[in-house]
């Protein structure tokens, strides 16, 4: 299948900086990807839906200045966590599809923790 | 609102042993279903999936069934090997909505040799 990446796979880093978070589609045009997070124990919860060229829509609760989407190209988006806060660790996972897919592939996701 | 629950783990089997991870879900109109699978230290892949009722998906000895009057999507296999250790992530999703999915909370399953 597909194969998606996502860098990097932990990072640790002080409260108040910013982290960002890279998705790369490896081998196909990703025309949509998708941003989860995901609490220990807990369900993924879409943060975010990016498509190539266009503005991300944010899902109810996200807040879009705090979590920065970008996807400027078909095979990259990246998600900055801005001013992150200790409330901000999490496990984020994106995920990738082409203009025709039905699947939608998923990086191996990033572990962040705010100190 | 559109919802996911599957059964919590950690579920411990022995090898060869039968395995069901209950997932139920709540939702309008008419999804599709998906199981996922999450091995250690790896990325979501699509194990099997059904797009309308009374669908089977199956894969790799699992399968599921689209059940419609039960609102169920329960994941089965008849005898589970150790490498099927993993995280398992029931989910639903409308293709026609741009692929978003909502997920269950995940079922841990750990198998003994």
């Known amino acids: 299948g597909a194969v998606v990446s996502q860098h990097p796979s932990w990072v640790i880093c002080k409260s108040g900086t910013s982290v960002k978070i890279e998705c790369r589609s490896l081998?196909?045009?990703?025309?949509?990807m998708f941003w989860y997070r995901q609490f220990p124990k807990q369900s993924l919860m879409l943060m975010a839906t990016s498509n190539e060229g266009s503005k991300a829509t944010y899902e109810q609760g996200v807040e879009k200045d705090k979590f920065l989407i970008n996807h400027a190209s078909l095979t990259l988006s990246t998600l900055t966590v801005t001013s992150a806060h200790p409330e901000d660790s999490s496990f984020y996972i994106c995920s990738a599809r082409g203009p025709i897919d039905t699947e939608a592939f998923f990086g191996q996701g990033t572990r962040l923790t705010v100190v | 609102g559109n919802s996911v629950t599957q059964m919590e783990g950690p579920v411990t089997l022995s090898e060869e042993a039968f395995l069901t991870i209950n997932c139920t879900y709540t939702?309008?109109?008419?999804?599709?279903l998906f199981w996922y699978v999450q091995y250690p230290g790896e990325g979501l892949q699509l194990l099997l999936k059904?797009?309308?009722?009374?669908d089977k998906g199956s894969n790799k000895g699992f399968e599921a069934t689209y059940r419609k009057e039960t609102t169920s999507f329960h994941l089965e296999k008849g005898s589970v090997q150790v490498s099927d250790s993993a995280v398992y992530f029931c989910?639903?999703?409308?293709?026609?909505?741009?692929?978003?999915?909502?997920f269950g909370q995940g079922t841990e399953l750990s198998v003994k040799p």
């Open positions: 989910a639903l999703g409308w293709y026609n909505q741009g692929g978003k999915l909502i």
């Open positions: 939702a309008t109109g008419y999804p599709s």
């Open positions: 081998d196909f045009q990703a025309t949509t």
């Open positions: 059904a797009t309308k009722a009374d």
